[in-house]
């Protein structure tokens, strides 16, 4: 059996689908690193709803998708960007996400954290900031879940300089009741986000962000950065205090983090590791055992995937993501809250299902490629 896929000019190759996926069970828990994946939400395709509307999730198949990452012993990052944060789920949906989610975990044993932001306000003083992210941190501590302080829109709006960072994660910092992680996302993920930590210099942002953890060690669990530069992040994480950990957050470079070097090595809180799930899993499984290069035969050919998925414009790697999760079986259909199904092309979708049925990662590569074959029907490729 064959398909044929489309090209960015328009031409039609064929390609030739697998057959068999790639064998991935669950495990024994991890061991040597501590893995988030940051997981979507499934939308509610019959809801009569519009691109402004408040997100209608199918939360049965939202759940059921946690249930899979953490059969597989990833921890789940409940309400981040790749939840659509800002982009199609609101704060009133993305709280109910974590109350049902946290409750999920507790009754399976799964390990979550949750996104703490600002995105209940447009705008404000850096003391209005504050108190949306108080909001928010008390709901995900009183949910049971770790928080994860996300960067907020709305205080790289109103934040005057690095001070004012400072007194804000200062002041989050001392009432928070466990330590949390701090969450450094760069503006390719998020345009609103430029200048972070009080500069547009990347070395004195850092100096900030360091200032902030130095102050408070026993409040910050560790650090995700997302900023898709690795020797940038290399760097940060040996700067950081005895017992903070670094998550990586670079879909461009995770194996060579995550596996490390001499000096120390990255844990990881990844959107890619939604559609790399199992296979995420194995390849940390062979690290536990001191198999480096094991480690990287099963995960350095995902980076292709990933990288496609990521490719500017960054944010809407969403898109890719559940166009994954369709074709897996994952959820019924290619719905996505806030209309963000059209946010990339059907040569960009094309591709990525070249790429992942490659890798293995459909359960029933069949099912993949008569989803796909459907998806190419309704643009008029002919098969």
């Known amino acids: 059996m064959t398909i044929r896929l489309p090209g960015v000019g328009g031409e039609l190759r064929t390609y030739v689908p697998r057959t068999e996926p790639l064998a991935l069970t669950a495990g024994a828990p991890f061991t040597s690193r501590t893995v988030f994946s940051a997981a979507h939400v499934v939308a509610d395709p019959y809801a009569d709803t519009t691109p402004d509307s408040p997100a209608a999730v199918d939360w049965d198949a939202t759940l059921a998708f946690r249930r899979h990452l ?10 981040m960007d790749t939840a659509q944060r800002g982009m199609g789920l609101d704060w009133a949906g993305a709280a109910e996400l974590i109350r049902r989610s946290a409750a999920e975990a507790k009754a399976v044993g799964g390990r979550i954290a949750c996104g703490v932001g600002t995105d209940q306000i447009a705008g404000g003083t850096p003391a209005e900031v504050r108190a949306a992210y108080e909001e928010q941190l008390a709901l995900v501590e009183e949910s049971g879940a770790q928080a994860i302080l996300m960067a907020s829109r709305a205080l790289a709006a109103a934040a005057s300089g690095p001070e004012d960072y400072l007194e804000v994660y200062g002041h989050l910092l001392r009432q928070a009741t466990e330590p949390v992680i701090l969450h450094w996302l760069g503006p390719m993920f998020d345009p609103a986000l430029a200048g972070y930590w ?6 004195a942002a850092t100096d ?7 102050a408070h060690p026993d409040k910050v669990d560790g650090i995700k950065v997302s900023l898709l530069d690795a020797q940038r992040e290399v760097e940060l994480r040996r700067r950081l205090p005895q017992g903070v950990r670094c998550y990586t957050g670079d879909d461009f470079n995770y194996p060579e983090l995550i596996a490390g070097d001499e000096k120390g090595f990255s844990h990881a809180l990844l959107g890619i590791f939604d559609p790399l ?3 995420a899993a194995q390849a940390v499984r062979v690290l536990d055992t001191g198999d480096v290069k094991g480690f990287r035969e099963l995960l350095d050919p995902t980076v292709d995937l990933s990288r496609h998925l990521f490719q500017p414009p960054t944010r809407f790697y969403k898109t890719g993501v559940v166009f994954l999760a369709w074709l897996a079986g994952h959820q019924d259909h290619f719905t996505m809250v806030g209309g963000l199904q059209s946010a990339r092309s059907l040569p960009h979708v ?14 029933k590569p069949e099912l993949a490629e008569a989803r796909m074959k459907t998806l190419l029907s309704l643009y008029g490729v002919d098969q």
């Open 70 to 79: 953490w059969s597989h012993g990833l921890g789940v990052a409940e309400a």
């Open 198 to 203: 009080g500069s547009s210099d990347l070395d």
């Open 208 to 214: 900030t962000f360091l200032e902030v953890i130095a």
């Open 277 to 279: 799930g199992p296979l």
């Open 350 to 363: 094309a591709k990525a299902y070249e790429l992942a049925d490659g890798l293995g990662l459909f359960p």
